[in-house]
């Protein structure tokens, strides 16, 4: 199987990208392994029903993943994708911070593996089906791009051992994610976690760049490097992200009105948490809101 790559949708296009999420997914099945890569334009939207085992390595841009508003997350350049079997998945650019700018690229594997690759494949979900995990050592990213180039070659070519020759790079590049997983954890400095700490402490006040510095016993730009080597992000989405996930705490259990859950997380007012809200987790507050109330009421 060759690459896969979509061009800019046109008007007529992306609605049937939209329409094509609400019906029963195209299938995909394979017997064995599967190599290859995908480049898609801002806008590129698919969905298909996995019936195997799954990696994906984003290396350009990013997407939105998820077919439930309530349960969408992003992945981007940089981010693993672990896919278990019966997966219906489901993605888009448009909804993406990164990917409704500049798409995406990604190397990827359909397989089934055997028994001794699949304890390399069992991490925590970020979602059900999905383990997403950050490969921020940028030598341990460019050798599994490396593995995945030879699978790919390795796929499209008629040797008559290729099956197993991509399953041993497919185990080797489990193993460099297993060792950028124990390095990160490794390299979570004390000083990142004391910025951290009073991040969490403070997220009803307006929090800047010095107070977390001082926090931290850092420069601004040592802050800059020491989260982007440990966490992947910067220290302001770490803010943000806190602030979102206590803001998803208070509309799940709580009725307070937007404006108090607003000021509650630190943001101006409701408008500007509704803004980044969507941004953030693809819906809106009162529609998560109405969300965990039918799921609760439904059990």
Known sequence: ????????PTRESARADEIRLDRSPPELRVHEILSSHGSHAPGG???YLHHQWAVILLTHGGYRVGTD?????????????IMSPECDHAWT??????GCREGVSAHFALFRPPSSLELLLRYPEVQPHYSLLRIADAAMLRRMIRCFRQMEAICNSHLPNRVA????LLEQVLLWCQAAQHSRHNATDRRVQKAIEFMAGSLADEVTIEQICRAARVSRSQLAVLFERSLGTSPMRC????????AKQLLRLSNQKFASVATAVGFCDSKYLAHRFKAVVGVTPSEYRSSCRAEHEGR
């Open 239 to 246: 803010l943000e992200k806190l602030r979102i996930d206590r």
């Open 1 to 8: 199987m060759g690459s896969i790559t979509t061009q800019k």
């Open 93 to 98: 650019t448009s909804d993406s911070p990164i």
């Open 45 to 47: 939207a698919d969905r």
């Open 69 to 81: 508003p309530r349960r969408t997350f992003d992945a981007q350049a940089g981010d693993f994708l």
């Open 165 to 168: 020759l991509q399953f041993n």
